[in-house]
């Protein structure tokens, strides 16, 4: 499976940002979809997932109530929708796939298949 994000970019403080992701190859409905982020410096870090019928999904703390994740099958995509941006919002962003088939979004951070990354810039 081949993911490619895009939609990162420089934004200012309390912006929004729609970042999207495209699956190539595999079965689409067989996957956790996930967003993680790396800011410089620190670890990566899970942002939120979704189960493959969309149905389920989970956040950091951090995020929770500003980011929301979606994803359309029929499009084999997923997206992450992010408003009132903060400093702390800044890092690349990766998508990844996690072979799952339950509909929920497991503690699991492992995942299988993983994107290049897009990065997200946040000033003042």
């Known amino acids: 499976v081949r993911l490619v994000e895009s939609g990162g970019g420089n934004v200012q403080v309390g912006d929004s940002l729609r970042l999207s992701c495209v699956a190539n190859?595999?079965?689409?409905?067989?996957?956790?979809l996930g967003w993680f982020r790396q800011a410089p410096g620190k670890e990566r870090e899970f942002v939120a997932g979704?189960?493959?019928?969309?149905?389920?999904?989970a956040y950091s703390d951090s995020v929770k109530g500003r980011f929301t994740i979606s994803r359309e099958n029929d499009k084999r995509t997923v997206h992450l929708q992010m408003i009132s941006l903060t400093f702390d919002d800044a890092a690349v962003y990766y998508c990844?796939?996690?072979?799952?088939?339950?509909?929920?979004?497991?503690?699991?951070?492992?995942?299988?298949?993983w994107g290049q990354g897009t990065r997200v810039t946040v000033s003042s």
């Open positions: 190859g595999g079965t689409f409905t067989s996957y956790v």
């Open positions: 979704v189960s493959w019928t969309g149905e389920s999904t």
């Open positions: 990844a796939a996690l072979e799952f088939y339950g509909n929920y979004v497991p503690d699991i951070y492992e995942y299988h298949y």
